[in-house]
């Protein structure tokens, strides 16, 4: 195995401590670098929508109720 292929193997766990980091540190450069890039955070394109689901009247007492669901927000 060649000293490159260690390194990116190693780099793996690391790298992605790295990025939670600097995410957690320099929040607004994060999501600034991203935007230049055209790709949000979690990998979409910025014209890209997440999965929605949409449950018309989830509260059986109140008129006009929606329950609903982008993606996987927590």
């Known amino acids: 195995m060649s000293a490159e292929t260690d ?4 780099g793996g766990l690391a790298g992605e401590m790295e990025v939670e980091a600097y995410r957690r540190l320099f929040p607004l450069a994060f999501l600034e670098r991203h935007l ?14 997440r999965p929605t689901t949409v449950a018309l009247g989830a509260v059986s007492s109140a008129h006009g109720s929606a329950l609903v669901r982008l993606g996987d927000t927590v």
């Open 36 to 49: 230049r890039e055209s790709v949000r955070p979690d990998a979409r394109r910025l014209a890209e929508a």
């Open 7 to 10: 390194e990116t193997a190693a």
